[in-house]
């Protein structure tokens, strides 16, 4: 996070509160935001995009405080099951902000998705386009959708989080004809309202060539639409994705930049197709939340393995982050609590699970000094952490605490022994 310095005893304090102090008071493992991290990077959105909606994606990480931030900071919020849906509603997000995304939404949750009044729903079937019809009939009113384009970019990134190649579950194939086939069916209907395209191509991208693909085919279907219905739909949102820096390698791009390559592109293609430019928005989670918080641990164990490797076990794992076992994942690790001059060993970081894959950093220089007590920050753990924490072993999930100017504020609190033992009801 943006926010976080090495204190003058050596430890590191975020926003001006000390990595002992949140450790003492909510113990570890511990999710800390920066929450003024957080509200500059909406900021920076809202800026690089200021004539078009930003979107923020839910499933990165989702409580009724971030929403009530990025509410204040302008975000829209983009949700894709009813407990999102719940969660936005309950800490007063506008409804006509939220956009309700899903390849298998239920009927209960379309439901409640029009009486709530949401803003927008993006379709992402034939089944889904016959039930919303219904309800919208049954109901009385005339719900915006966007359909989901599957765009056929094979992006650059882990074959789980890829989604706009053609052999997946999501959205209306182009190539096939299904995507042309979803709008006229819509159009036909007029019970729904088409507002646009939409095309989201994965996650943890780098390289923009992929956005500019993805805008020139779904763009490309807009002229098909308008040429053989006569209706310019006007919007288009080109989904989220956009990469962080979990590592020194990783390099991405500016929202100013990828602001400046979008307009371009969609600007270039407009004028090619003689379409008017549609209103754009972009879905962004990871970016957003992923570098505003890092997980504070307390390191249990520290054994060298027949001088292969030393690991480092600490109070958490893949229950708190499932991203390195599952996407080999790749996350660094600081020593947290002191400044330490011992020499620089290669060390495993690894949690309490039983379970060898159990790891949360692969490889990393912690010095060689390191020892049980010690606090460890891996950072770049707030999207898809929190969010995908599972209860695997009976370990209850890590609290969340959000830090400003010196002082820590709990916003989601630990679970606890108890909260589990209280579902299991047998
Ligand atoms: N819009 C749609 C339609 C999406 O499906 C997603 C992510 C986003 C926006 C936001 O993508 P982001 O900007 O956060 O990359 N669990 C995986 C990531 C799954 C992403 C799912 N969809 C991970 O931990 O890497």
Aim: charged content about 25%; hydrophobic content about 40%.
């Amino acid at each position: 996070p943006r926010n976080v310095v090495r204190a003058t005893d050596g430890a590191l304090a975020v926003a001006g509160l000390s990595v002992h102090d949140v450790a003492a008071e909510y113990g570890t493992a511990v999710y800390v935001l920066d929450e003024d991290d957080l509200r500059s990077r909406c900021r920076d959105f809202r800026a690089a995009f200021p004539t078009e909606d930003v979107y923020y994606a839910g499933k990165a990480f989702l409580c009724r405080a971030v929403v009530r931030i990025i509410a204040e900071e302008g975000l829209h919020l983009d949700v894709c099951t009813g407990g999102e849906l719940a969660t936005a509603l309950s800490a007063g997000m506008p409804p006509e902000r939220i956009g309700f995304h899903g390849n298998n939404k239920s009927v209960s949750e379309l439901t409640r998705a029009l009486d709530a009044g949401v803003g927008r729903i993006i379709v992402d079937s034939f089944t889904e386009i016959d039930r919303l019809t219904a309800l919208a009939r049954e109901r009385g009113v005339r719900p915006r959708v966007l359909v989901r384009v599957t765009v056929g970019v094979e992006a650059h990134t882990h074959e789980f989080i890829a989604t706009a190649h053609e052999d997946q579950k999501f959205g209306f194939s182009l190539a096939g004809g299904a995507a042309a086939a979803a709008a006229f069916k819509i159009l036909d209907e007029d019970v729904l309202e088409l507002r646009g395209l939409h095309s989201h191509i994965g996650s943890q991208i780098f390289d923009a060539n992929g956005f500019e693909v993805s805008a020139r085919r779904v763009l490309a279907l807009q002229a098909q639409i308008r040429d053989a219905r006569g209706v310019e739909l006007p919007e288009l949102d080109l989904g989220g994705g956009f990469g962080i820096a979990y590592t020194t390698q990783d390099d991405p791009a500016t929202p100013q930049d990828l602001a400046k390559r979008l307009r371009k592109i969609v600007d270039s293609e407009c004028a090619a197709e003689r379409l008017a430019v549609p209103h754009l928005s972009i879905e962004p989670g990871r970016a957003i939340v992923g570098p505003a918080v890092f997980t504070l641990y307390e390191v249990g164990t520290v054994k060298d393995v027949d001088g292969i490797r030393t690991y480092v076990s600490v109070d958490g794992g893949m229950s708190d982050n499932i991203r390195t076992a599952l996407y080999d994942a790749s996350y660094s690790a600081t020593l947290a609590s002191r400044a330490s001059t011992a020499e620089p060993m290669l060390a495993r970081v690894v949690g309490k699970h039983c379970e060898s894959g159990d790891i949360v950093v692969k490889d990393e220089f912690l010095p060689a000094d390191v020892q049980p007590g010690d606090l460890l920050a891996v950072p770049g753990t707030g999207a898809y952490c929190r969010s995908m924490a599972s209860n695997y072993n009976h370990v209850p999930r890590p609290p969340v605490v959000a830090v400003r100017d010196g002082r820590a504020r709990l916003i989601v609190r630990r679970e606890t022994e108890d909260d589990l033992l209280a579902l299991d009801v047998g």
